[in-house]
């Protein structure tokens, strides 16, 4: 959910404030290609395109996935990846799945709690083991991180920057967060893409 909407007319303005604050070159050509993709979602073959893409790139870092039809209660179980969901959901969990330390793999939603596609969300809250600041940073660097992984594949990397708010601030604190995240994830070698880009073609479940 946007927190402060942009209206469309506003948008270019917006993007070229921020990224006119972006004080790390790294950075600046990280959201140069955020900024290079679709403002909106894909729909009909080209979002299960997309969607297939993401569960290529699942299967390329090691986290399982569902077969079609398994109607998960989680985005993951613990266990695997829900994998009939959109490509933008998929990519965000594959990130937290690279991110999380084994430990944390075994538990429901990585154990950070709810999120807000879960649909048992007393189940995850349960199995949340992060404080509420450590969790809100691993967010922040799982949701860049598949951000950044939708716009190396071409998709619409500038919908979910949008989406999951990371102009919100944006003259205050926007840019220098996101700087900040991009390079928390470069000093752990996720900055840029860690699979073969024009390899990862739509693997059928």
Excluded at 65 to 93: Q, R
Excluded at 177 to 190: E, I, K, P, Q, T
């Amino acid at each position: 959910m946007i927190l402060t909407p942009i209206p469309r007319d506003r948008l270019a303005a917006a993007l070229d404030q921020f990224a006119a604050q972006l004080d790390d070159p790294g950075a600046q050509m990280a959201f140069t290609s955020i900024r290079a993709t679709a403002p909106e979602r894909a729909s009909g073959e080209v979002a299960e395109r997309h969607r297939q893409q993401a569960i290529a790139i699942a299967r390329q870092f090691g986290a399982p996935v569902h077969p079609a039809g398994t109607h998960s209660l989680f985005n993951w179980d613990g266990t695997a990846l829900d994998g009939d969901t959109e490509a933008y959901v998929i990519l965000h969990e594959v990130a937290h799945f690279v991110l999380a330390p084994p430990e944390r793999r075994r538990l429901i939603d990585f154990g950070l709690g709810p999120g807000p596609d879960t649909r048992e969300g007393i189940a995850a809250a349960d199995a949340a083991v992060r404080p509420l600041v450590e969790r809100e940073a691993d967010e922040a660097e799982a949701s860049l991180l598949g951000i950044l992984w939708a716009a190396a594949l071409g998709q619409p990397a500038l919908t979910s920057f949008l989406d999951q708010n990371w102009l919100e601030g944006l003259d205050r604190s926007a840019a220098r967060h996101f700087s900040d995240v991009f390079r928390r994830l470069r000093r752990r070698g996720l900055a840029e893409p860690a699979f073969p880009v024009e390899h990862s073609q739509p693997a059928e479940q």
